[in-house]
C-alpha cells in the first residue's frame, strides 16, 4: 500500500471507528473480561490496506482510545496486541485459498494469538496472577473471550460487502490514477 493522502485519510477514519470501538468496550471490573468490536476496524484496516497499515491502526487506536477513555492503567502488551490485530489479516491475505477462508482464518488467528495469548496473559498477571493459575484464568475467560470473536465475525461478515462496495472500487482507481 502506497502512503498517498487518500489513504492516510481512509486509515485515519479507520483509527477513529477504532477509537470509538475502544472506549465503547464493555468490562467487567477486576476480571479482564471485555466485550469490545475493535477487532473489526482494526480487521478492515489490516485486512484491505495491509499488515503495516493494519499495525499502525490498531496501536493508534488503541493508544488514543486509552488516553480518551481510561479503563485503568494502560498496558503496552493490549497496545501490541490491537496492532496484531490489524496486521495478521493483512499477512493471512496472502495465503493462497479463497476470500472467505481469509477473514475466518483471521479471526482464529487472531482469537489465539491476541485475544486467548497476549490479552489473556497481560490481564492475568496484571489482575489475577496472585489468586490464580494462568490456566484456570484462561479456562475461565475462553467462553467470553469466544462468544466476543464470534459477535465480531458475524459483524465484520455483514460489514465486508459494504466495505467492499464504498472503499474497494476507490482505492483501486486510486492505485491505478497513482501508477
Not at 30 to 49: D, H, R
Not at 171 to 177: E, F, G, I, M, R
Request: aromatic share 12%.
Amino acid at each position: 500500500m502506497k502512503f498517498n493522502a487518500k489513504n492516510i485519510a481512509y486509515l485515519a477514519l479507520i483509527t477513529a471507528i477504532s477509537v470509538i470501538m475502544n472506549t465503547l468496550t464493555l468490562t467487567v471490573p477486576g476480571s479482564g473480561i471485555a466485550l469490545s468490536f475493535t477487532y473489526i476496524p482494526n480487521f478492515l484496516a489490516g485486512y484491505f490496506f495491509g499488515p503495516g497499515a493494519g499495525f499502525i491502526v490498531g496501536v493508534v487506536g488503541d493508544v488514543l482510545g486509552c488516553i480518551i477513555w481510561p479503563k485503568g492503567a494502560w498496558l503496552p502488551l493490549l497496545t501490541l496486541s490491537a496492532g496484531l490485530m490489524g496486521a495478521i489479516p493483512g499477512l493471512i491475505k496472502y495465503l493462497p485459498v479463497k476470500e472467505k477462508w481469509h477473514v475466518l482464518i483471521s479471526y482464529v488467528v487472531t482469537y489465539v494469538v491476541c485475544s486467548a495469548g497476549i490479552n489473556t496473559f497481560t490481564l492475568w498477571h496484571a489482575y489475577a496472577a496472585t489468586k490464580k493459575t494462568f490456566w484456570v484464568y484462561l479456562i475461565a475467560k475462553m467462553p467470553i473471550s469466544l462468544a466476543n470473536m464470534i459477535a465480531n465475525l458475524v459483524l465484520n461478515f455483514l460489514l465486508m460487502p459494504l466495505f467492499d462496495k464504498l472503499i474497494l472500487p476507490r482505492l483501486k482507481k486510486a492505485k491505478v490514477q497513482t501508477e
